[in-house]
């Protein structure tokens, strides 16, 4: 695959808490092209966030990342020395956090934490950053003087959007979106996503967007794949999955999406999501799968590409 | 919800789990019960002025010497520990018991009586207790154990208010606090029922700090001179160590001694704090 | 920062002031018996009961320093003496004025004092931060028991130790005072030295007794400074560790740090008091020590209003300073 990026194989991370290993990624695989939007979506727990997180060797005690390979163009993330990786954060793989409320420094100015970006990776100072700055702000829509200001003199929408240019300001190849519009409000959502796809373009770089929002993903990325207990369930083109979803955990998040044509009682989920530290043996959806057969309770289902570009864990397929 | 309506088995696993609160108070336990028996055990006349020869070095007949009067420092330190323990703790109690007062009325009515309240505290906060203290304590004529205790009990009450109204005015909030309300329970029958039960480890922290600044309150005015001169008192053997110039003098077992215990004294009241903050913290954790 | 806040403050202030002076004022007024009346009788009993007519000579005392009018009256003159910074005559040293006598010792303590806390301070405050950063090595968290110890010994049993063990046991210090006996106060290197050598012990007990409480409260503070988001993407974005460290770290946890700095200041200086008592050294709180001897109460007074209004006054500064160090304090405000 010439246009292969980055290759994620059999992934593991896991924390340790009081009452065990919480094992949160348990061997998660794909492939991420040039240019593309990649979605993870999946429910709170699914390890979406850990995933994105573990992307970048961001994972902290008590978690740790236990096996598997991140392969960006070739190269193994995850067997960096702890100076090399940090040389690639943000230049080569930069993240767009969750909740830029709290993502930024209260006690610097905006133009302060771009300009240290900057400073780490490529010693550029002076009046060519400043402009650098200038050129960052504007290509996520706002003004030169947000340089200028703090923090907390920012709406959330504006928090995110500096962010972004964060996320953007070494040109990255990879930019990973970790649920960057959960805590704002749907006018302000609208604004960030295409803030965000903007500058995805412009760039060339390719978007993995994590979240939990399907109505999102079906808008904004090409292939999504979907999270539960850990595992990638299922995986395809965004239209193929909303159209014709195989796997019955996909089924029924994307029937729990109200539209707007039709009235009728919200459907969720019947059951809680499982244990982490001791998860149901087979297939760790089977407790509140609808279609359940004998085989589920016993047979761990496997990751395979049923059809072309289409991806599944499930006995059924 | 109190600590005393847990089993035994309880009780012992939380002990395990707060090791710094076990040995806090089983440190202070052996000092208390040291100032309960310790003066039987000891002949008081061993501590009169000449009993005998003044400023001796340790020895097997005194453990801790003598000083330049003539007194068994190991009399005297006995002696004076139970006072010096008295005057915290009275000190803490009255401090706590004012405190707790005044804050719940703070915190559960609010309004003026917090406005009152809450001012008075800030504003005496930023008033340094030595400074007071020290105005006071100059102007007694004769200073009593009783009444060093009562004077370093008068600024005692303000931390205690400020971490009780705190307290008092976020359980205020609590869900089964407006459940009890809806019931038409009332505001004192609420405040001694409810809200006074779940302050227990917030008041027991606010205690164990109060009698830890109390000692040094009492200690430092003793050291400048202002305590009681005729009452055996740690913070007094200091004093008049410093005024005989025991320590140029190299008469090192007459101050080191009462240092030590006063240093044990500050690390029990210590751990006993870390760990009550332990708990404290872990409530709220749960509580979250 | 608006003026609003600054009125606020400031009216604070003026407050503590006026509560101060006038409790100030009262309390001697409180206590039974006369410190004229005392003082004489002292003086009598001392000399031998030849002075003659003491009751003569109370009055005129008593007329001298204003004593013998109503209470208000007394208030108003207080007040307009303390505008002239009089804060009367000391009662031990007659002719000499208090406030004289506080303007010899004030340098001292100033030196000696601010000096050790911000010493004690930025050290502390460096070594919790440390304590705290993740890749600190694990040796070092043996630190933390000792610093417990350290925080809990009052500055002034420190002194005493100290005094003990490097000026008596070993002379590597001297044992009291604040310059060389019998030196002459100049301004040439050979003073500064012998003024630094014996500021070194003092200095040292604050600091050490100091360290401990500083490290474990900023420890503390950047333990949860560092769970917060902003540090997550601080690493995101691949900055060194130094910076992260520095800039996102320990800034964000110096700012309660400072305020626990300005409420504690009392306490500071109480226990720095004390420490000038153990060291002979000639600051303010070895005149209140003596002045509690000799029963010296104008400067007891004088002492403890000075005390009260600097630390009010030096509150009042944090205060203003807080809102340039956490920009969003002045936000909030407006």
């Not at chain 2, 405190?99 to 800030?122: E, M, N």
Request: with cysteine; hydrophobic share 50%.
């Amino acid at each position: 695959m010439s246009a292969d990026l980055l290759h994620v194989r059999d992934l593991r991370v896991s924390y340790a808490s009081p009452a065990g290993e919480v094992r949160a990624v348990e061997g998660v695989s794909f492939t991420l092209r040039a240019g593309e939007r990649l979605g993870l979506a999946g429910e709170s727990g699914s390890g979406k966030s850990t995933t994105a997180l573990a992307l970048m060797r961001l994972i902290r005690p008590p978690g740790r990342i236990n096996g598997g390979q991140v392969l960006l163009n070739g190269m193994d993330l995850l067997a960096l020395s702890d100076g090399a990786m940090r040389g690639l954060r943000c230049a080569a793989i930069s993240l767009v956090p969750q909740g830029a409320m709290n993502s930024l420094n209260p006690v610097l100015r905006i133009g302060h934490q771009l300009a240290d970006t900057i400073a780490a990776h490529d010693d550029s100072r002076g009046a060519a950053t400043e402009n650098r700055i200038s050129d960052l702000l504007e290509a996520v829509g706002l003004e030169r003087r947000v340089a200028r200001m703090y923090p907390h003199e920012l709406s959330g929408g504006m928090k995110q959007r500096v962010c972004i240019a964060i996320a953007i300001s070494l040109r990255p190849r990879v930019i990973i979106a970790d649920e960057p519009t959960s805590a704002l409000d749907v006018v302000v959502q609208r604004q960030v996503i295409e803030t965000l796809g903007t500058v995805q373009r412009n760039l060339g770089a390719s978007i993995i967007l994590v979240g939990h929002d399907m109505g999102l993903m079906a808008q904004f990325v090409d292939r999504v794949g979907v999270l539960y207990a850990g595992r990638l369930v299922e995986l395809g083109p965004v239209r193929d999955i909303m159209l014709d979803p195989l796997h019955p955990y996909t089924q029924l998040l994307i029937a729990s999406v109200p539209t707007l044509e039709s009235r009728g009682v919200f459907k969720g989920i019947p059951g809680l999501p499982p244990s982490l530290v001791n998860p149901p043996p087979g297939c760790p959806f089977h407790p509140r799968c609808p279609k359940v057969v004998d085989r589920c309770a016993a047979d761990m289902p496997t990751l395979r590409e049923v059809r072309p570009g289409r991806w599944v864990a499930c006995h059924l397929h | 919800m109190a600590f005393a309506s847990l089993s035994l088995g309880t009780r012992l696993e939380a002990g395990r789990s707060n090791p710094a609160l076990v040995a806090g108070l089983a440190l202070l336990g052996l000092v208390i019960l040291a100032a309960l028996v310790g003066p039987w055990l000891i002949n008081p006349e061993d501590a009169r002025v000449g009993a005998f020869a003044p400023s001796r070095p340790p020895s097997a007949a005194h453990i801790f010497g003598t000083d330049t009067q003539g007194r068994d420092v190991l009399a005297v330190l006995v002696l004076a520990n139970p006072e010096t323990l008295k005057v915290g703790f009275i000190a803490g109690t009255v401090g706590l018991g004012i405190g707790t007062l005044l804050g719940l009325a703070s915190g559960y009515f609010g309004g003026i009586t917090d406005a009152v309240i809450r001012t008075t505290a800030d504003v005496l906060t930023t008033i340094p207790g030595v400074a007071m203290l020290v105005l006071v304590a100059t102007f007694i004529k004769t200073m009593t154990v009783g009444l060093m205790a009562l004077v370093v009990a008068s600024l005692a009450w303000i931390y205690p208010t400020r971490a009780i109204r705190a307290q008092t005015l976020s359980l205020r909030e609590r869900a089964y606090i407006q459940v009890a309300r809806l019931n038409g329970v009332g505001g004192l029958e609420l405040v001694l029922r409810e809200i006074l039960p779940n302050l227990l480890p917030y008041t027991a922290a606010s205690f164990v700090s109060a009698v830890s600044h109390a000692i040094i309150a009492t200690i430092g005015l003793e050291a400048l001179g202002l305590g009681p001169q005729n009452a055996f008192t740690l913070g007094m053997m200091i004093y008049w160590s410093q005024f005989y110039g025991a320590i140029v003098r190299g008469l090192w077992w007459w101050w080191g001694p009462p240092i030590l215990l006063i240093l044990v004294i500050f690390v029990a009241l210590l751990l006993t704090s870390a760990g009550l903050d332990r708990i404290v913290n872990t409530r709220i954790r749960s509580a979250a | 920062m608006t003026p609003g806040y600054v009125v606020r403050r400031f009216g604070v202030l003026v407050l503590v002031v006026f509560l101060a002076t006038t409790v100030n004022f009262i309390i001697p007024r409180l206590t039974p018996g006369d410190p004229i009346e005392q003082k004489l009788s002292q003086l009598v009993a001392t000399s031998g009961g030849q002075i003659g007519d003491v009751t003569a000579m109370v009055e005129s005392y008593r007329k001298r320093f204003g004593l013998d009018q109503p209470w208000h009256v007394q208030y108003v003159n207080y007040w307009i003496a303390l505008a002239r910074l009089d804060l009367g005559f000391s009662l031990e040293n007659f002719p000499e004025r208090v406030s004289d006598a506080i303007a010899a010792a004030l340098p001292w303590t100033v030196g000696l004092l601010g000096l050790s806390t911000l010493i004690a301070f930025g050290i502390g405050s460096l070594l919790g931060g440390l304590l705290a950063w993740p890749r600190t090595p694990p040796g070092a968290r043996a630190a933390i028991p000792l610093l417990m110890l350290l925080s809990a010994v009052p500055y002034f049993l420190l002194g005493i130790i100290l005094v003990f063990l490097l000026a008596i046991k070993v002379k590597l210090f001297p044992a009291g005072g604040g310059y060389p006996f019998g030196a002459i106060l100049r301004f040439d290197l050979a003073t500064g030295v012998g003024i630094v050598h014996h500021a070194a012990l003092p200095a040292l007990s604050i600091i050490l007794a100091g360290i401990g409480t500083w490290a474990l409260g900023m420890r503390g503070m950047m333990i949860s400074v560092l769970g917060e988001d902003y540090i997550t993407l601080a690493e995101a974005k691949g900055l060194s560790e130094r910076r992260i460290f520095l800039w996102y770290g320990l800034r964000n946890a110096l700012l309660p740090q400072v305020t626990t700095l300005a409420l504690t200041l009392g306490h500071v200086v109480s226990g720095a008091i004390l420490v000038e008592v153990i060291f002979s050294y000639p600051g303010v709180g070895l005149k209140l020590y003596h002045a509690i001897l000799a029963k010296d109460y104008f400067l007891i007074q004088g002492i403890v209003l000075l005390l009260i209004v600097s630390i009010a006054v030096t509150m009042f500064i944090m205060d203003l300073i807080y809102p340039l160090i956490d920009p969003r304090i002045a936000y909030r405000r407006r």
